[in-house]
């Protein structure tokens, strides 16, 4: 079983759409989450950073944390077309930098 | 947000020749660096991380003098693919973290080996 589950996707949503993108983990040493987004071709970037459980708010990006139930969610408000790309889940135990991530969703938003 | 650069973004070698990426942090002092490996439509899976001035600490499988990292100073590391072979093609990522928590990644290098 791996340490990281993310659906691969693809997930097809029309432009305005509310996106919910997911991961789930097995390891409740995982104390920092992240999500990033990759487009084809480039190097991830990132959107969001969290720590505590709870919900936290970038713009049309709301992140999303429940360590009792070891899952995190990215939503995305107003989808874009833009906003299609490859979206990837990370997180990190406290004392280790190095970051382990989901297999990541592809996303594609229709105009 | 922070950034790294990665050169060359794209190299085609030979079979059997050795080929060296940097990646640099252009606005931070980066104490970690991270390599990554990406093959088509697969995550990014770790392959070393390396800390300016020592060695760099390998992943299990990942070999040690094949992939040779150096980490010189807080703004450059580089990783140096010796005699590659085909199925060393991939998509190579790096990455830096400062005094923050979290990394910031380059743009990647694709390597093509024929």
């Known amino acids: 079983q791996k340490e990281v589950e993310q659906d691969p996707g693809p997930l097809s949503v029309p432009e305005g759409a509310i996106v919910s993108l997911n991961c789930t983990y097995s390891n409740s040493a995982f104390q920092y989450f992240m999500w990033y987004r990759q487009y084809s071709r480039k190097g991830p970037e990132l959107l969001m950073y969290t720590y505590s459980s709870g919900n936290k708010e970038d713009g049309r990006f709301t992140a999303q944390v429940d360590k009792s139930s070891k899952y995190i969610s990215l939503f995305i408000r107003d989808s874009q077309p833009s906003d299609s790309a490859t979206y990837l889940c990370?997180?990190?135990?406290?004392?280790?930098?190095?970051?382990?991530f989901g297999s990541g969703t592809r996303l594609q938003v229709q105009p | 947000g922070a950034v790294v650069s990665q050169h060359p973004s794209r190299v085609i070698c030979k079979s059997g020749t050795s080929v060296k990426i940097e990646c640099r942090s252009l606005?931070?002092?980066?104490?970690?660096m991270f390599w990554y490996r990406q093959f088509p439509k697969q995550s990014l899976m770790l392959m070393a991380t390396?800390?300016?001035?020592?060695?760099?600490?390998?992943e299990q499988g990942v070999e040690k003098d094949k992939f040779l990292i150096n980490h010189a100073s807080l703004t450059l590391s580089t990783l140096t693919v010796t005699s590659a072979h085909p199925e060393d093609s991939s998509f190579y990522i790096c990455s830096a973290a400062g005094g923050e928590e979290t990394q910031y990644f380059g743009p990647g290098t694709r390597l093509l080996v024929l």
């Open positions: 606005d931070f002092q980066a104490t970690t």
């Open positions: 390396s800390n300016e001035g020592s060695k760099a600490t390998y």
């Open positions: 990370a997180m990190r135990r406290t004392g280790r930098r190095a970051l382990t």
